[in-house]
């Protein structure tokens, strides 16, 4: 039997991920809202159908809708991208329930992680390095809590995800108002007031760790990206390997995460988040991404390794088409983010349409994109205009070809985060590889990186 | 043996200017099938694309479905040359006539129960708040009312299809 795969996503992800399918021989039916019914995955997909109105909740949020889609058109398999519906074990379950593969992690896997405070447990239970912290039933403890551990710190709720559900505590002053504020917008926002406290580092590296299981025992991990370079939580820039940790580091990295991938017998693809404190040295596990990530594309450009194929394999049932041995990483790859969005306005979303767009061509360079000259680029959606990857024989070529890539790329109609990109990329810090997770909002703050 | 979009048009519109309901041609695997009003084919693509790609090229009066010897499982995008005999009929609205769409993705059933008779038939007059037919969307069944009195002239889907958000379920007639 063929297999058809519903892909319930947008963008330039759904376009990564069709094409992964038309390689394989796999039929595909894209499920999009009315506002993509002329997008690019549109056009490249086997089958359309429009699951509901442009805003996401009508259309890639409705669970119901997706499933119901996906089964009417008789599809095998599922594929959530990241972001929208990628996390949620009900739609996992229902997927299960009609006999449609899920292409991700089972739903328990999804229970596990989805709630930060268990994985945090499970993290520690391994003897995976976590921040000092934990979680406190009153006033008293929490106060006890926050002694313990030494401020500043974090309020985290365990629901929360992508930076929102975040309290940063200086003192103990501040600690009881951000601890029932941080409460009770997690019950709002997420369903669930769980919060817990854990240790905030100053000057710290987002080093994460790429993870890939089967159904037939493999697990194997695919080296780590860095991606440092973040505002509010978000990244801008990626890339792989990370320039900023020993061996030894690597090796602790590697290891938690394998070990985690075991305990949860995981299938598919997966990432392991850490911190790494440069002062210190010290790997601190911050949380795991049960799905494909966005900055998969550094990964596939350092190991020749092409993640959705091996993900929707593993889905699937089959061995994944590697080892460990197979993997070696060569060279350096970084990605940009090009957004629309507006650097000199607080990164304001810049919805419109594409006027110009005339990518770059040449060695080391990939671009992963949804955009076509004359796109109307919707405002109902996230800013993702594409992934712009390039590859060198080590991280200063990488860089060179990044700088020249960046120029040569001309966009026109809407305006674009390019110009940061490029003060990014030429920025000494960068260069040096200096730059922790709070340098893009000082410098975005400042108007100057250093 | 290949027909393109260009070949498709042209016969339609030599069609168009004769009467007739049903038009069927067969040479090697192709094969041809036009139909003019609500007329369908037992071998017509199931699912039919909400905004047809046959609109723009001539077909007036007609609808178009055409397959091969070994028909896709799965309908080709709107580009393709698949569209379904109902849709085509959007395009020639009379001027009192108006659209139901559907409000979401889902089933379509026309009746409150299998065997039941339907919700509505053509030719009845209908209010504003008249239940036109059910949107199954995972067992959860919700009602689709006219949202203006008239009168049903066509029903554009089958029962039991796949509707998409924003599909033409109905033709109704306005109450002079």
Redesign the interface.
């Known amino acids: 039997m063929t297999c058809?795969v519903f892909v319930a996503n947008r963008g330039e992800i759904a376009v990564r991920i069709i094409e992964a399918c038309d390689r394989l021989g796999y039929?595909t039916?894209l499920?999009v809202s009315?506002a993509d019914?002329s997008s690019l995955a549109?056009?490249r997909?086997?089958?359309?159908?429009?699951?509901?109105?442009p805003q996401s909740r009508?259309?890639y949020l409705s669970v119901?809708?997706v499933?119901?889609?996906a089964i009417?058109?008789?599809c095998t398999a599922l594929h959530p991208g990241y972001g929208f519906l990628s996390e949620r074990p009900d739609l996992a379950r229902?997927c299960a329930e009609e006999g449609i593969v899920f292409v991700g992690p089972s739903p328990e896997a999804l229970d596990a992680l989805g709630d930060k405070l268990s994985a945090r447990a499970l993290a520690k239970r391994l003897g995976v390095p976590v921040s000092p912290g934990g979680t406190a039933e009153n006033w008293e403890e929490v106060s006890r809590l926050a002694d313990d551990i030494g401020f500043p710190v974090l309020v985290k709720a365990a629901y929360g995800g992508g930076g929102r559900g975040m309290k940063l505590v200086h003192t103990a002053a501040d600690l009881a108002d951000a601890w029932s504020v941080a409460s009770s917008e997690a019950a709002a926002a997420f369903g669930d007031g769980t919060v817990f406290l854990e240790r905030y580092v100053t000057d710290a590296k987002h080093i994460e760790v790429q993870i890939l299981g089967d159904r037939h025992g493999n697990q194997i991990h695919l080296g780590e990206r860095e991606c440092s370079v973040q505002y509010r939580y978000q990244k801008v820039v990626e890339e792989s390997p990370s320039s900023s940790i020993d061996g030894a580091t690597r090796e602790v990295m590697t290891t938690s995460a394998l070990k985690i991938a075991a305990e949860l017998d995981y299938v598919g693809l997966g990432t392991v988040e850490f911190l790494y404190n440069v002062e210190t040295g010290d790997v601190a596990f911050l949380e795991v991404n049960p799905r494909l990530q966005v900055e998969h594309p550094v990964t596939e450009q350092v190991t020749g390794i092409d993640l959705v194929r091996q993900q929707l394999l593993a889905a699937l049932g089959e061995p994944i088409e590697i080892t460990q041995n197979d993997v070696t990483v060569d060279g350096h790859a970084i990605e940009v983010r090009i957004t629309a969005q507006d650097p000199d306005r607080g990164l304001a979303p810049t919805p419109g349409t594409v006027a110009v767009w005339r990518p770059p061509v040449g060695g080391g360079i990939r671009l992963d994109s949804h955009i076509f000259e004359g796109y109307d680029f919707p405002p109902f959606y996230d800013a993702l205009m594409g992934k712009l990857v390039t590859w060198g024989p080590d991280r200063a070529a990488a860089v060179t070809r990044m700088k020249g890539a960046l120029d040569d790329f001309v966009i026109g109609g809407v305006i674009t985060s390019q110009p940061l990109l490029r003060r990014i990329i030429a920025a000494p810090a960068f260069a040096a590889n200096t730059v922790t997770t709070h340098w893009l909002g000082d410098a975005i703050l400042d108007g100057v990186p250093s | 043996m290949d027909i393109d979009l260009e070949e498709l048009a042209a016969i339609i519109e030599l069609l168009d200017k004769t009467d007739f309901t049903q038009f069927r041609f067969e040479k090697g695997d192709l094969r041809i099938a036009v139909s003019r009003g609500e007329a369908l084919f037992p071998q017509a693509i199931g699912?039919i694309a909400?905004?047809g790609a046959v609109r723009g090229h001539g077909t007036a009066g007609a609808a178009v479905a055409s397959t091969v010897a070994a028909p896709a499982?799965?309908?080709?995008?709107?580009?393709a040359a698949a569209a379904g005999p109902a849709v085509a009929s959007v395009d020639e609205l009379a001027a009192d006539e108006f659209l139901v769409r559907s409000p979401?993705?889902?089933?379509f059933y026309s009746a409150p129960k299998p065997g039941e008779p339907a919700f509505v038939q053509p030719g009845e007059d209908v209010q504003s708040d008249a239940v036109l037919c059910i949107i199954?969307?995972?067992k959860?069944m919700n009602s689709v009312s006219a949202g203006e009195a008239g009168t049903i002239r066509r029903v554009l889907v089958r029962d039991g299809d796949?509707v998409?958000?924003?599909?033409p379920l109905f033709v109704l007639g306005r109450t002079p």
Do not use: K
Request: charged fraction near 25%; proline fraction near 6%.
């Open positions: 058809r039929e039916v499920g009315r019914r549109a056009r997909a086997g089958r359309t159908v429009v699951l509901g109105g009508e259309s119901d809708t499933l119901h889609a009417a058109t008789g229902g | 699912s909400p905004e499982s799965i309908a080709p995008s709107p580009s979401m993705l889902g089933t199954e969307v995972m959860l796949l998409e958000y924003d599909q």
